[in-house]
C-alpha cells in the first residue's frame, strides 16, 4: 500500500478515535488496518501510537506526524478538487449524509434523477437523524435543518423553513376549535423530540396579525422523534402539533388535518434547510447535485401548496 494511503488510514484512526470505526470507512477488518499501521510505523521507522487492549494514544513523533499528515491529505483533495471543477460532466463518488425523513421523502428522488443523468457517478447516501461530523466522517455534502453553528463549513440554504400549528378534525370536535393561543397550549400536544431537537414550543403573537410576539410551551403525553409517526399521532387526534411544512409529505385536507390560528403571526425560528460542505468539497459533483436538489423543491419549496392559500397565512 502506498505511503500516503497509509498515512490517510492513520489520520482516519485518530479522528475516529477507534480502529473499528477507521476499518469500517474502507471496508477493512480490524487485523488489516492494524497491519498498515505497523508497516506505515516500520518504514518511518518510529512508532506512532501507543496501543493497550482498549485505547490507544500517540507518541511525540505521532502528534508531529499527524500534524503534517493534515496538510497532506488536505493538498492532496484541493487538487483533486481543483481537477474536477474543470471536468465538463460531473463523474466520480458522492458521499451525502442527511436527517432520515428529509433523505427518504426528497433526495432520494434527486438521487435517482442525478444517476441515471450521469451515469459515471457513485452515490453513497447516509440516513441519520443524528448530526455527524462531516469532516471526519469524510463526507462530501450534508443536508441540515435549522440553525448553522459550524463556522468551518460552506452553506447554501436551499429553502425557507415554514411552520404550521395543526390538528385533526377530530381534535377540533372533542376540544372544540382554539382562537387564542391561551386557549391552545392548554390543549393536549404531540411533540417531535428527538436528540437535542425538541419542538416543545412556538412563538406566535399575542393578538391577531400583532407584532409582538410571544413564546408558547406546549404540553403533551406523547413525545416523538419519528416524522411520520407525529403525523399518524396527530391524526388519530392525540393532540394537536408544530410542524415545518417539508414534513406534509401530502396536501392538508388528504391528511384530514387542518391548520390553527392562521390569523397569528408565527415565528420561523430563524431556521432553514441548508446544504453544507467542506471548503475543500466545492466540486463540480457537488454543485451538480445542489442545483438538481433546488430544481426538485422549487423556489418556493412545493410542499407549502400543501396547505391553501399559506402564503397568506400567519402574518
Keep these: 500500500m502506498p505511503l500516503t494511503n497509509q498515512l490517510s488510514l492513520f ?5 475516529q478515535g477507534s480502529f473499528t470505526k477507521a476499518a469500517a470507512l474502507h471496508d477493512m477488518d480490524n487485523s488489516s488496518l492494524s497491519k498498515q499501521i505497523k508497516k506505515l510505523e516500520s518504514s518511518l521507522g518510529v512508532q506512532l501510537l501507543n496501543r493497550s487492549t482498549r485505547s490507544f494514544s500517540l507518541t511525540p513523533a505521532g502528534e508531529n506526524i499527524l500534524e503534517q499528515t493534515h496538510i497532506l491529505i488536505d493538498t492532496l483533495e484541493q487538487i483533486q478538487s481543483i481537477a474536477d471543477s474543470y471536468q465538463s460532466e460531473a463523474k466520480g463518488m458522492l458521499r451525502i449524509t442527511s436527517s432520515i425523513f428529509f433523505g427518504q421523502q ?5 438521487i435517482s434523477r442525478f444517476m441515471k443523468k450521469y451515469p459515471n457517478v457513485k452515490i453513497t447516501h447516509s440516513l441519520d437523524d443524528k448530526k455527524t461530523d462531516i469532516i471526519s ?3 462530501d455534502l450534508a443536508f441540515r435543518i435549522g440553525k448553522l453553528t459550524e463556522s468551518n463549513l ?7 423553513t415554514r411552520f404550521a400549528l395543526v390538528a385533526s378534525k377530530e381534535f377540533i370536535k372533542q376540544h372544540g376549535r382554539p382562537v387564542t393561543p391561551q386557549e391552545l397550549i392548554t390543549l393536549p400536544a404531540v411533540i417531535y423530540s428527538n436528540g437535542d431537537v425538541s419542538l416543545d414550543q412556538f412563538r406566535l403573537s399575542e393578538v391577531p396579525h400583532g407584532q409582538q410576539l410571544k413564546n408558547y410551551k406546549m ?3 406523547y413525545k416523538v422523534s419519528d416524522v411520520r409517526s407525529l403525523i399518524d399521532a396527530v391524526k388519530d387526534g392525540l393532540g394537536y402539533t408544530l410542524i415545518d411544512l417539508f414534513n406534509l409529505e401530502r396536501p392538508i385536507d388528504q391528511l384530514q388535518l387542518e391548520p390553527l390560528l392562521t390569523d397569528y403571526v408565527l415565528s420561523t425560528m430563524d431556521t432553514g434547510i441548508y446544504a453544507v460542505y467542506p471548503h475543500r468539497k466545492q466540486t463540480l459533483l457537488v454543485t451538480e447535485f445542489i442545483k438538481t436538489v433546488q430544481e426538485y423543491i422549487g423556489t418556493p419549496p412545493f410542499w407549502e401548496k400543501h396547505i391553501p392559500d399559506y402564503k397568506n397565512l400567519y402574518k
Excluded: M, R, S
Excluded at 489520520?11 to 479522528?15: R, S, T
Excluded at 460552506?154 to 425557507?160: D, G, V, W
Design 154 to 160: 460552506i452553506a447554501k440554504k436551499i429553502a425557507n
Design 106 to 110: 426528497y433526495l432520494q428522488p434527486v
Design 11 to 15: 489520520l482516519d484512526v485518530v479522528q
Design 219 to 221: 404540553k403533551g403525553n
Design 137 to 139: 466522517d469524510h463526507f
